[in-house]
């Protein structure tokens, strides 16, 4: 509600604003731009019942499995597409969300391997925005659908993950969790919100999937995984992100994405 608030605040003052410089002027539209977009994110993700939408991966319930593209060769690029993709296929979609960062033709930006077989390489590239910054990281499921979060950050780290026998991978970053500390990056009361989604590893070993149904800091989403005792946490994005979550009745079928991650329950055939 206090990005209701802040925008009203914004169109109040920008209205009795005369005679300003072209630098403030420059400036106050740029914050102005960065409300709104926080306004919006808050439209789209309201849930007053939830801060967060959260969902474990019970190993009982469901199978984690990342999706890209169809049989056809053609990205599937939203929840609505991915859920009548598995029902197609036999299967009941339990959870899904954005699963990494992507690039405009919506390829992965980073790692990403599905059903064993890598589709893309690791990207151990340095650059601006959320997902260079540091530790990167990954998360992935190994052969016996155990989910597990590695940094790749160091020549180590990814020697370690190439000895691990792995079925679904995609990379993302930052990691919001590392051996139980909040990323240092982050900063309490940073200005720095936005709408953000990701995975943490609870203490009994299942993943933990979450997404905030409106504008938070890093810190704050951190805090949310370790909260919940997850010792590792790695981001997926921000803005774009979407859930879909019938537990919590909370559908968004819309998106336009590279990776996908779902729980999926296989039906029985009768």
């Not at 990814?158 to 919001?176: D, E, F």
């Not at 504008?215 to 919940?228: C, G, I, L």
């Not at 803005?239 to 537990?247: D, E, H």
Request: charged share 20%.
């Amino acid at each position: 509600m206090r990005h209701y608030v802040y925008a009203f605040c914004f169109l109040i003052a920008l209205q009795s604003c005369d005679n300003l410089s072209p630098g403030t002027e420059k400036q106050i539209k740029k914050e102005g731009k960065k409300i709104i977009k926080q306004v919006k994110a808050t439209i789209d993700h309201i849930d007053l019942a939830h801060d967060y939408i959260g969902f474990e991966a019970k190993p009982d319930s469901g199978e984690i499995r990342m999706y890209w593209k169809d049989d056809k060769g053609n990205i599937l690029g939203s929840i609505g597409n991915l859920k009548q993709y598995t029902e197609q296929n036999g299967s009941t979609l339990l959870y899904a969300c954005n699963g990494g960062m992507y690039m405009q033709n919506q390829a992965p930006l980073g790692y990403y391997i599905e059903g064993g077989k890598t589709l893309q390489k690791i990207n151990t590239k340095t650059g601006n925005g959320n997902f260079y910054l540091k530790p990167k990281g990954v998360f992935y499921m190994d052969n016996k659908n155990t989910p597990a979060i590695q940094s790749i950050e160091t020549a180590a780290d990814r020697a370690l993950l190439q000895t691990k026998k792995i079925a679904y991978l995609t990379q993302s970053g930052p990691m919001l969790v590392r051996n139980n500390i909040i990323n240092t990056l982050f900063t309490k009361n940073s200005n720095n919100i936005n709408v953000r989604n990701g995975v943490g590893i609870l203490p009994n070993g299942n993943a933990y999937f979450a997404m905030s149904t409106y504008p938070v800091s890093f810190y704050d989403f951190a805090k949310h995984f370790k909260d919940k005792g997850c010792s590792e946490a790695l981001y997926f994005d921000g803005f774009v992100s979407r859930s879909y979550c019938p537990q919590q009745n909370y559908i968004q079928l819309d998106g336009n994405f590279g990776v996908m991650v779902a729980i999926v329950k296989r039906n029985i055939a009768k």
